[in-house]
């Protein structure tokens, strides 16, 4: 594949978690974020966004208050 083709997958977590940030930091194109820290930019350039479940109530907690 071309550079500009190459996946990017962003992975929203709801605090840190130190498990998955070690399996996930050898992957191409992985991004970890957490959800207090998510932003537009992020969401705009992360590619695929794949949310953990607890990340959602975490942003639901942050953003509709």
Known sequence: KKDKEKLKVSIILPRKL???TRS????????LIQANL????EVLNGGKL????DSINKLKEIFLV
């Open 50 to 53: 794949i949310f953990m479940k």
């Open 38 to 41: 998510l932003n537009t930019y």
């Open 24 to 31: 996930v930091r050898n992957i191409a194109g992985a991004n």
């Open 18 to 20: 130190e498990n998955i």
